[in-house]
């Protein structure tokens, strides 16, 4: 019987090549990448650029490091909470290509805007990844107690 939590192989490439992925994206927005990514911020997200970014890095790290070891339904979970995040972060990206920002080497409208339709293929390999996509487990089937049988077997 296979476990209810269980992945595939592909699944499991996937959510390798993602945490990894996110984990690298975090530590960009710690170091390498910081510019960018502060140019990326709509101007309604309350308080400093620098702050958001450097918060967004520390969060897609541990995002990324969750993505590459949780097990289990903590692990769908997770493909939830990623998905969510690409979500909420989808407005930096429209604020790229409406003000034709040029970072991370999106330097034309055509780049920025495919950029766009990238962004739920990350939400679907968040969730499809993790499982979250998979059929739900099994419910836990109640217990039951085994009646007293009435009369003896001769």
Known sequence: M??????????????????????FAGTGHLTFARRDFQ????????GDKDTTVLASGVVEI???????????????RMGIGLAAFYAAVFPGNVHQYTERISAFGLDTDAKRLAR???????????????????????????AHRAMPRTGTAS
């Not at 296979?2 to 984990?23: C, D, E, I, K, W």
């Not at 541990?62 to 993505?67: R, S």
């Not at 990238?118 to 499809?128: C, H, I, R, S």
């Open 62 to 76: 541990g995002l990324g490091l969750a993505l590459l070891l949780l097990k289990g339904k903590n692990r769908r």
């Open 2 to 23: 296979p476990q209810p939590y269980h992945t595939s192989t592909l699944q499991n490439v996937a959510r390798g090549v993602l945490g990894t992925f996110m984990v």
């Open 116 to 142: 766009l339709f990238f962004q739920p293929v990350l939400m679907g390999a968040a969730l499809y990844s993790t499982g979250a996509l998979n059929s739900r487990p099994p419910r836990k089937a109640a």
């Open 39 to 46: 140019a990326q911020v709509p101007d309604f997200v309350p």
